[in-house]
């Protein structure tokens, strides 16, 4: 079956510097979308960036991530933390339009530090 | 805009009871609906998919015995876990999907306790 793989259960960073989450993925199929849901605290998942188009950079509210189907990875990036970016973050994959159903990673929680 | 709301929000249940939850999706026609749970410490497992005017699908370790699902229109969907132990707590969450849209949308969530 499909999985999500993000290899770091907590990253801890001091506000200001660069984030970067690893997600890797491994479905049979071709044309997978991937997408990164953030969770705060007693909130449920809420989207934060979607891709489908191979080695296409797509942006939201200051992250960013490529699809790269060669490697199998949609890592998560932004330039600068913020204390507010505090959160899981979840990467999930869908095999296509037609199926409904996520497969979810195990999430990484991100903590900023003044 | 696409909503989902979840209702209840929190419950508690004693061990052995059996508890009921709805989702509904507001503003776009929900063609498909995907139960998950969130038990603690873990990530989001899979329970069923449900779509309209198709056969419910179960993830192994689920099943409808335990958690029955009702998906009787675009807008509507309900769950129940039957005879609730320790192990069924955690954070249900359903994700309702409009047909031909990659984007799932979750609504907030009902949080069982079971004493």
């Known amino acids: 079956g499909d999985s999500v793989t993000q290899t770091e259960g907590l990253v801890t960073l001091t506000e200001g510097l660069p984030v970067m989450l690893n997600c890797t993925y491994q479905?049979?199929?071709?044309?997978?979308?991937l997408f990164w849901y953030v969770q705060h605290l007693n909130e449920s998942p809420r989207l934060l960036l979607k891709?489908?188009?191979?080695?296409k950079r797509t942006e939201h509210q200051g992250f960013h991530a490529t699809l790269h189907k060669s490697s199998s990875s949609f890592h998560l990036q932004k330039s600068s933390a913020q204390l507010s970016d505090s959160a899981l973050y979840y990467c999930?994959?869908?095999?296509?339009?037609?199926?409904?159903?996520?497969?979810f990673g195990r999430g990484t929680r991100l903590q900023v530090y003044a | 805009g696409a909503l989902v709301y979840q209702y209840p929000r929190r419950t508690i249940c004693k061990s052995g009871t059996s508890m009921r939850m709805e989702c509904q999706a507001v503003g776009f026609q929900a063609t498909s609906v995907a139960w998950y749970r969130q038990s603690p410490q873990k990530t989001f497992e899979l329970i069923a998919l449900?779509?309209?005017?198709?056969?419910?699908?179960?993830e192994q370790n689920f099943t409808q015995e335990k958690f029955p699902i009702s998906h009787p229109n675009l807008s509507f969907s309900s769950m129940t876990v039957l005879n609730a132990y320790l192990e069924d707590r955690g954070l249900y969450l359903c994700g309702a999907r409009m047909g031909g849209q990659d984007t799932q949308y979750f609504g907030p969530g009902t949080r069982l306790l079971v004493l």
């Open positions: 999930a994959l869908i095999r296509t339009q037609v199926v409904g159903q996520l497969t």
């Open positions: 449900s779509t309209v005017n198709s056969a419910i699908k179960y």
């Open positions: 891709s489908f188009t191979d080695n």
């Open positions: 479905t049979i199929y071709s044309n997978p979308f």
